[in-house]
T-cell receptor, first 118, second 113 residues
Framework: GAVVSQHPSRVICKSGTSVKIECRSL??????MFWYRQFPKQSLMLMAT?????????EQGVEKDKFLINHASLTLSTLTVTSAHPEDSSFYIC??????????????FGAGSRLTVL | ELKVEQNPLFLSMQEGKNYTIYCNYS?????LYWYRQDPGKSLESLFV?????AVKQEGRLMASLDTKARLSTLHITAAVHDLSATYFC?????????????FGTGTRLTIIP
């Protein structure tokens, strides 16, 4: 099966600091990874698409200088929340795309990272 | 812009009953996903529906897709407490060659013993 590991699962930081979240595909290579944000009791909002070896594509309204995404290898993408503020507190979820036997791209989601900014 | 709506948003039902969650999407999409999310957890993939008329079943859950009506349904048969969770549908769209998903609003399902 496809497994995506996300770390850390929880992080608490002070306002103004930067936080890095890692997303790893453990048993497959993922040329594309996605980063989502989920506020309490709300749906998932796509923040950006991360392609290995190229710049991430950000969704409208997402500040690329605020949310730095790096996809340095086929198994690792990182999201760095720079100069975090309390309004950045959220649940961040990554997913990696793997092509199934049927030809469909199946997204496997990481366990999520809950960020709390004090 | 692809929009995905689910209804109901909240559903409380007794064990043993049947119910259906509806997922409507606004523009053409050829692939529809259903996910389950438990509180504080990430998403668990339930179904991938690839074509018009597709029907998939796993245990007490059955999902279907009608691409002409832009509608997918998730039917719950004889609900049990373990099915309590939030269920999301998501429709696929292509953007500059990248496959992306737009998620529905989610349906919070509570099964009452």
């Amino acid at each position: 099966g496809a497994v995506v590991s996300q770390h850390p699962s929880r992080v608490i930081c002070k306002s103004g600091t930067s936080v890095k979240i890692e997303c790893r595909s453990l048993d497959f290579q993922a040329t594309t990874m996605f980063w989502y944000r989920q506020f309490p009791k709300q749906s998932l909002m796509l923040m950006a698409t991360s392609n290995e070896g190229s710049k991430a594509t950000y969704e409208q309204g997402v500040e690329k200088d605020k949310f730095l995404i790096n996809h340095a290898s086929l198994t690792l993408s990182t999201l760095t929340v720079t100069s975090a503020h309390p309004e950045d507190s959220s649940f961040y979820i990554c997913s990696a795309s793997k092509r199934s036997l049927s030809g469909a791209n199946v997204l496997t989601f990481g366990a999520g990272s809950r960020l709390t900014v004090l | 812009e692809l929009k995905v709506e689910q209804n109901p948003l909240f559903l409380s039902m007794q064990e043993g009953k049947n119910y259906t969650i509806y997922c409507n999407y606004s523009t053409t999409s050829d692939r529809l996903y259903w996910y389950r999310q438990d509180p504080g957890k990430s998403l668990e993939s339930l179904f991938v529906l690839l074509s018009n008329g597709a029907v998939k079943q796993e245990g007490r859950l059955m999902a279907s897709l009608d691409t002409k009506a832009r509608l997918s349904t998730l039917h719950i048969t004889a609900a049990v407490h373990d099915l309590s969770a939030t269920y999301f549908c998501a429709a696929r769209y292509l953007n500059f060659g990248n496959e992306k998903l737009t998620f529905g609003t989610g349906t919070r399902l509570t099964i009452i013993p």
